[in-house]
């Protein structure tokens, strides 16, 4: 089971402001990498999840599961240097990405009555070690994609983002300290899925799991809203602080062994910062603490000679998790 509630591309488009000003209000935060700049891109997500319910019911009647306690954790990590080819009035048209690191190990066990159990997941990517470019098209208004270089999967092309700058978290217009404006679900989900759908697959996944965690990153969704603090040096630097909170969530099903299926729900609080440097005119860091549950309903039949059994299963899961984001030059 992926924990991870948690991916983005899109610029202004993703921000509603809250405030209209015919007059510039003082700062502006803009992207605004020269072409010909590298920049390696260090994300690293923590997961953890603890069962805070379990119950089972057989044609309506609740069952006894006696004490349980189930925990899990995973860490993601990936590591993006990207190249810039071209930039045009402070908008992204072509970069190369390199997939320096991807990596995502999870631990779960499980004590009940019955003993102990424990799994570890390890999932990997073909993408590693590869190099993609990206290229916007114009006239097409999207983004093609191919490999520089060895060759690699194209199946796994289509579901990588090529802007990861965080742009949907940036204001539109110029602002001053406490202005606030909106966030949507394209800005939140870069922050969920680095770099969009990685093909990210452990050795022992099967279709089911791999179509439920597509299904999950289709229905993801999230509103939020950010404040601009103001500015602040550190270590010779100008940065721009902008905080955010925000509501993510998602409902989608997956196919379980025996044909059943099982109906997930997801909501999470998050809460963050993020630091934009202001004379590289890119993000420098940010650093988002999330909290949620995950709620998992079952039902499936069977049957024993003539007796028939409806069986169902309701499963309440607590999640919290860190995830860090590091911006800086390859030069």
Not at 18 to 43: C, D, H, N, Q, Y
Request: contains cysteine; negative net charge; hydrophobic residues 35%.
């Amino acid at each position: 089971m992926n924990t991870n509630p948690l991916r983005l591309v899109v610029p202004a488009l993703c921000i509603v402001p809250l405030f209209l000003s015919a007059e510039p209000r003082g700062t502006r935060i803009a992207f605004g990498v020269e072409a010909g700049a590298k920049v390696r891109k260090t994300i690293t997500q923590t997961s953890q999840m603890q069962l805070e319910s379990l119950t089972m019911s057989v044609n309506g009647e609740e069952r006894d599961m006696g004490e349980l306690e189930q925990r899990g954790e995973s860490n993601e990590k990936y590591v993006f240097l990207d190249e810039y080819k071209q930039v045009e009035k402070g908008e992204l048209r072509a970069l190369v990405r390199t997939y320096e690191e991807a990596s995502d190990t999870q631990v779960q066990s499980m004590k009940s009555p019955r003993g102990e159990q424990s799994r570890e997941r390890e999932a990997k990517t073909e993408l590693l070690g590869k190099s993609v470019a990206f290229q916007f098209d114009a006239e097409k208004d999207e983004w093609k994609r191919e490999f520089v270089g060895d060759a690699g999967d194209d199946a796994l092309l289509p579901g990588l983002d090529a802007e990861y700058e965080l742009l949907g978290l940036l204001p539109e217009a110029e602002v001053g300290a406490g202005d606030q404006w909106e966030l949507d679900t394209r800005a939140l989900a870069a922050l969920a899925f680095p770099g969009g759908d990685l093909g990210m697959h452990g050795e022992d996944d099967n279709a089911a799991e791999v179509a439920g965690r597509k299904a999950m990153r289709d229905a993801f969704e999230g509103k939020g809203k950010a404040t601009f603090k103001g500015l602040r040096e550190e270590g010779g630097v100008s940065l721009a602080e902008i905080e955010f909170e925000a509501d993510v969530s998602a409902k989608w099903d997956v196919e379980r062994d025996g044909g059943a299926t099982e109906q997930r729900s997801m909501a999470m609080k998050l809460k963050g910062e993020l630091a934009w440097n202001m004379s590289k005119q890119r993000a420098e860091h940010v650093e988002v603490e999330r909290e949620g549950k995950l709620e998992m309903h079952a039902k499936s039949s069977m049957s024993r000679g003539e007796q028939s059994f409806e069986i169902a299963t309701d499963t309440v899961l607590g999640l919290t998790g860190k995830d860090e984001f590091q911006f800086a030059p390859a030069d």
